[in-house]
């Protein structure tokens, strides 16, 4: 039922926005990123229950310790990189909502490093 709620509320966001466009742009694109940034507060309700759903398949299936923290790291990032870019968007900066997306993607990948290289040391150890 809360679905609804948010979908309402980003719809509501949506047309208000939309009607202030027509006047003060800058005030809709304010509006625009407010919205969002509540329902982004709503999300990691949503976010830490799938964390503990996850502690649990780690656990149960011995994943390394270090593999969650990197795993919710990037995801973390992928987000606030796709929030960030799509209110570059919003705001008519196409170019800068594309360096957002670069940056986002660069860090994604040096968060996984860690990630990465425990792989090609067990690829390595089993080449061996």
Same mark, same amino acid.
């Given at each position: 039922?809360?679905?609804?709620? &948010?979908? =309402?509320?980003?719809?509501?966001?949506?047309?208000?926005?939309?009607?202030?466009?027509?006047?003060?742009?800058?005030?809709?694109?304010?509006?625009?990123?407010?919205?969002?940034?509540?329902?982004?507060?709503?999300?990691?309700?949503?976010?830490?229950?799938?964390? /503990?759903?996850?502690?649990?398949?780690?656990?149960?299936?011995?994943?390394?310790?270090? &593999?969650?923290?990197?795993?919710?790291?990037?995801? /973390?990032?992928?987000?606030?990189?796709? &929030?960030?870019?799509?209110?570059?968007?919003?705001? /008519?900066?196409?170019?800068?909502?594309?360096?957002?997306?670069?940056?986002?993607?660069?860090?994604?990948?040096?968060?996984?490093?860690?990630?990465?290289? =425990?792989?090609?040391?067990?690829?390595?150890?089993?080449?061996?």
């Amino acid at each position: 039922m809360e679905y609804i709620a &948010f979908a =309402g509320m980003a719809v509501t966001a949506a047309v208000l926005a939309l009607v202030l466009k027509q006047h003060r742009t800058e005030y809709a694109l304010i509006l625009s990123v407010s919205a969002g940034v509540i329902l982004l507060v709503f999300a990691m309700r949503y976010v830490s229950q799938l964390a /503990g759903f996850t502690r649990s398949v780690s656990s149960a299936l011995s994943l390394p310790a270090d &593999f969650l923290p990197v795993l919710f790291k990037v995801l /973390g990032i992928a987000y606030l990189a796709q &929030f960030a870019s799509d209110a570059c968007r919003d705001a /008519g900066e196409n170019g800068l909502a594309s360096k957002v997306e670069l940056i986002g993607k660069a860090a994604m990948l040096a968060a996984a490093l860690p990630v990465l290289e =425990g792989l090609f040391d067990m690829i390595s150890a089993i080449v061996s």
